[in-house]
């Protein structure tokens, strides 16, 4: 081994010390008696030491000797560990971290002055004791001496050995031996440094042997001979299992993250005057290399967070009946493909004023926005950048760089991050990460003629819905299309749609039968063709009789309609009406070549200027039925999961599921956030991959925050009745010239119409005697608009009527202008306050409404002043 | 002693270009190329160079000229960027000349603004004119957008 080679373990092996010292000098704090700890602490510091002198960094030796002697004395019992020994001692660990990292850059100790540190940590060991010493001292030195010698690892096994010795080079030798067997003592298996580049490599290797194994497998898929077919298929396999075994190797337990967490823990509660617990459960949760490396910041960011924003002093924690000590928990565990991460504490939560008002301030939200978010919207405010409540920037966290970059870091890898609060309780932040990188499973879906593939972590199910049932199950819900999945909604996308691709409805050359599609381009610049045609046959450019001329079922749109488009979407008015159309034009086409053709020009053009009309309603009709083909053709559903909501994708084709490497996209195209990467197909085509949660947030189907109650925190998000889509059944009328109002249908007795005579006056109320009762009238546009029409008016010959019949109460009838219609339709209600006689408005039929308050308006007519005139 | 420079050369429509042959990682004939929807049009597509997924930047799109006929099948030049390699589609392939530094000029004002942000200069070569493509403007910057001069 070279001399740089020595130093090179010397440091990696330092740094695990060190990790270890940190773990055990904040647990020995809260067990200072503790002799294993003791003895742990005490051996490390003295291999350092030694270490350090056999290498001549003397300044490191300083530091580490100092702290050995300290150290001794606390062994001993002379003295008993305090919060400023640990404070004092962690100290000592960052110096010595620091040397390390400067020998590691620079290959020298650098210019340091360690002397402030060690002479804090010389008046400490000099300092009288005050505890008593701990019991049994003698089988604690004989403990460190076995394991000082090299000896057998069994704690429990003090030896008969002469004491430790001052002799240098000795402690040196049995100092490089020691940290070998202290690992060996930890890992129950031998292991073996591998270095992370060549792993890097490895699975690079790896990668490409994936695609060659696909694309073998495609060949001999179509092969005849057994042989091929047998050996493929255990190439096959033998692959699967390398790739499997390489990536074990560079999945790493998540505990190697969190062991720096007690240390980190202790010196933000200390910070801050807090006691913090820590707990953590799952340790042992593998995760690959590069999302640890990843996720290890924003863990920190979080955890320190907890401590310094989440927890609360211990007074207030008392006067709030809880513990004085906080408690800290980590979670990880491997679910669905994936790894969950909780981190949660027990601290007083969110202050959603304290967010509400600083989003206010820095000019985040409106006030307006601000007064109607939900208690869920204004958590996730938490996620934008430059946002942070801290009042001041203390050196921990309130930076307000901290959640910002932990939510994209997180999302960089394909992960999700979620922060749950209930207040005076406590926060919860959940992640979920994608367990590898690099090589992944995905369905693979056609659109369009191209390939994509769909990492299979994102899949629920899949929907496929043929003819009839595609054109009823896909419903419509203000314009955006929805399915009703097991009784809930799901939100669709139109992947066609969202790439943006043109929707020539495809006819794949080489197809036999006469393409069951109608390339709708071709049909619409046909037909467009004939103007100019007829034109320039006008102009005497070309010449053509009405013959050539031909007939509907000839072009293209009717080689479609006929066999095809009428039998098949016949039901739509839409193609009915196209066909009726289509045939007139082409009776005007040959009209007006008939009347060139006898000479007659002036006529000749007239009829051209009424095939060009007739031309513009064939576009549109063209475009409506497009739209009719388009939707209700097979449906292929593929039910995705994107950030806890669910949504469906719609595809012409669903493939195979196949095992895809993940190629990442030039930086050219990384700002499309479609698309997660690219990768090779079998055939050797590239084909790109679907970024889940952006094609989600592009098409819509995901809101940024979502509508939820604090009940239902804790469930899993669904897309149902509870999310205010109310489908109902509702009174459409008319209201004023162009405006429209709805009864809720429940509030709905009858509708009636009364002939104006029927009207009565009784007092200063118009009422109409209506089955055996003499039921009052309200007109609905005077009690909203607060004016008095005379009794009697109205332009019509009749009243329209909606009777409302309270229980128990008599009918009351409402004018209005004109009922509309009776519609059922899933609705969002938006609420107003101060709008007297409405409960909010909504986008019914695409038209903005106003939903009628009936007892409201009822209430506000009956507290309206009499007229003047009338009879008190 | 005249500063010699070796070039890859390639026609696009009746314009003659050249790159540094450093710049050149290899040129190949047409490939098939899976479209990158939501992407401008100068990005044509993706395509497999042995197992690595290349970007195809179509140049003629790239200096406004009309596209060539459905018929005629591009060429490919793959170019070393900072960020990896990058195709570029190009009419034809024309062989590796060798100029004289001498001969160089920066393009005149007269040239139209998008063509001189993407050529470094021009070589005046005995028959014809050589403009030299600026390879890190041509691939673009993040949004496939040519990278603009401040």
Redesign the interface.
């Known amino acids: 081994m070279s001399d740089l080679e020595i130093v090179k373990e010397f440091l990696v092996e330092s740094y695990e010390n060190l990790d270890r010292l940190d773990r055990d000098l904040v647990a020995l704090e809260k067990d200072p008696g503790n002799p294993q700890i003791l003895a742990s602490v005490f051996r490390t510091i003295h291999t350092i030491k030694g270490t350090s002198g056999f290498l001549a960094f003397n300044k490191l030796e300083a530091v580490a000797h100092v702290g050995e002697s300290l150290l001794s004395r606390l062994r001993d019992g002379l003295l008993v560990l305090n919060s400023e020994i640990t404070s004092a001692l962690l100290a000592m660990v960052d110096a010595v971290r620091q040397i390390l990292g400067s020998i590691d850059s620079t290959g020298s100790e650098g210019e340091r002055n360690d002397q402030e540190l060690i002479a804090n940590l010389t008046r400490l060991l000099q300092a009288k004791t005050a505890a008593n010493p701990i019991s049994g001292p003698a089988p604690v030195q004989a403990e460190c001496q076995a394991e000082d010698h090299g000896e057998d690892q069994a704690e429990d096994q003090p030896k008969d050995l002469p004491p430790p010795g001052p002799a240098k080079p000795q402690d040196a030798v049995e100092a490089q031996n020691l940290p070998q067997q202290a690992r060996g003592q930890s890992a129950s298996d031998s292991t073996i440094r591998v270095d992370v580049a060549q792993l890097d490599r490895l699975m690079n290797r790896m990668g490409?042997l994936v695609?060659l194994r696909n694309q073998i497998v495609q060949f001999t898929n179509s092969s005849e001979n057994n042989g091929l077919l047998a050996t493929s298929q255990r190439l096959n396999l033998l692959t699967t299992e390398l790739q499997e075994g390489v990536m074990k190797t560079r999945m790493q337990p998540i505990g190697n993250i969190w062991s720096k967490f007690p240390r980190t823990v202790r010196d933000v509660a200390q910070g801050c005057g807090k006691q913090v617990r820590i707990e953590m459960e799952g340790k042992e949760t593998e995760l690959d290399k590069t999302i640890i490396e990843a996720i290890k910041d924003p863990l920190i960011h979080i955890v320190r967070n907890s401590v310094d924003h989440g927890i609360e002093s211990p007074e207030v924690r008392i006067a709030a009946g809880k513990s004085p000590e906080g408690q800290l928990s980590l979670r990880a565990f491997h679910e669905g493909g994936q790894v969950n991460i909780e981190i949660s504490d027990d601290g007083a939560g969110l202050d959603q004023e304290r967010i509400r008002n600083k989003a206010l301030q820095k000019g985040l939200v409106t006030a307006d926005q601000a007064a109607r978010m939900t208690e869920r919207e204004i958590t996730n405010l938490i996620w934008l950048p430059g946002f942070s409540t801290a009042e001041k920037v203390t050196n921990v966290s309130g930076r307000g760089v901290g959640m910002d970059v932990v939510k994209t870091n997180i999302e960089k890898i394909g992960g999700t991050v979620d922060l749950q609060s209930k207040p005076g309780r406590g926060s919860t932040v959940r992640m979920k990460i994608p367990l590898t990188l690099a090589i992944i499973p995905a369905l693979i879906v056609t659109t369009a003629g191209?390939r994509y593939a769909i990492p299979q972590v994102s899949l629920l199910e899949l929907v496929r819905l043929e003819g009839e049932q595609a054109r009823k199950g896909i419903e419509l819900v203000n314009g955006a299309p929805v399915y009703r999945l097991r009784g809930r909604l799901l939100p669709l996308a139109y992947l066609i749609r969202e790439?943006?691709?043109e929707t020539a409805a495809s006819s794949s050359p080489g197809s036999e039968v006469a393409s069951k599609d109608l390339d709708f381009t071709i049909a619409r610049d046909e037909h467009r063709a004939w103007i100019r045609t007829l034109q320039q046959v006008l102009g005497e450019k070309l010449g053509m009789t009405p013959e050539e001329a031909g007939y509907p079922e000839k072009c293209a749109l009717g080689q479609w309609l006929y066999p095809v488009g009428l039998k098949e979407y016949g039901a739509f008015s839409e193609i009915r009406a196209l066909e009726d159309i289509h045939k007139h034009f082409h009776a005007l086409v040959r009209e007006t070549l008939n009347l060139k053709q006898q000479g007659d020009l002036a006529r000749a053009a007239q009829e051209l200027g009424n095939v060009e009309r007739t031309s513009e309603r064939i576009m549109k009709l063209l475009t409506a039925v497009e739209n009719r083909v388009l939707e209700s053709e097979n449906a292929n559903i593929v039910v995705l999961r994107a950030d806890d909501q669910q949504f469906g994708l719609v595809v012409d084709e669903i493939n195979d599921t196949e095992e895809i490497v993940v190629?990442p996209?030039?930086?050219?195209?990384?700002?499309?956030n479609?698309?997660a990467g690219?990768?090779?197909m079998g055939d050797?085509?590239?084909?790109?991959i679907l970024d889940v949660l952006g094609l989600a947030q592009r098409a819509n189907v995901v809101s940024e925050a979502r509508d939820r109650t604090g009940a239902d925190q804790d469930e899993k998000q669904t897309l149902g009745a509870d999310e205010g889509y109310q489908r109902n059944a509702v009174l459409l009328f008319q209201y004023g010239a162009n405006g429209r109002m709805a009864i809720d249908l429940s509030l709905v007795a009858r509708l009636e119409e009364f002939p104006r005579e029927t009207i009565e006056v009784a007092g200063d109320r118009e009422v109409v005697q209506y089955r055996g009762q003499i039921m009052p009238l309200i007109r609905v546009s005077d009690v909203l608009e607060n004016k008095r029409s005379p009794a009697g008016e109205g332009s019509q010959e009749s009243l329209h009527v909606v009777v409302y019949a309270d229980q128990g109460r008599s009918s009351v009838g409402l004018v209005v202008d004109r009922i509309l219609d009776i519609v059922e339709e899933s609705y969002v209600m938006h609420r107003q306050e101060g709008r007297t006689g409405t409960l909010g408005s909504a986008v019914i039929q695409k038209r903005v409404t106003d939903i009628l308050d009936v007892p409201g308006l009822i209430a506000a007519a009956e507290r309206r002043p009499l007229a003047a005139g009338a009879s008190a | 002693m005249a500063n010699i420079q070796q070039f890859c050369t390639f026609f696009l429509k009746d314009q003659f270009f050249g790159v540094p042959v450093q710049k050149v990682q290899e040129v190949i004939r047409y490939q098939e190329m899976t479209r990158v929807p939501l992407t401008p049009p100068v990005i044509r597509g993706l395509i497999n160079l042995r197992g690595q997924i290349v970007l195809a930047i179509d140049l003629r799109r790239r200096f406004a000229m009309e596209d060539r006929p459905e018929t005629q099948l591009p060429m490919n030049v793959v170019v070393r960027t900072e960020d990896g390699p990058v195709s570029f589609l190009v009419d034809e392939i024309g062989d590796v000349l060798e100029v004289d530094e001498e001969s160089f000029e920066r393009p005149p004002d007269t040239v139209e603004r998008q063509t001189r942000e993407l050529v470094l200069g021009v070589y005046k070569l005995r028959e014809r004119l050589m403009l030299v493509l600026d390879t890190e403007r041509a691939v673009g910057g993040e949004d496939g957008g040519v990278r603009k001069a401040s």
Do not use: H
């Open positions: 490409e695609l191209d790439l943006k691709i190629k996209l030039s930086k050219q195209l990384k700002s499309i479609t698309f690219a990768t090779i050797g085509k590239v084909a790109l």
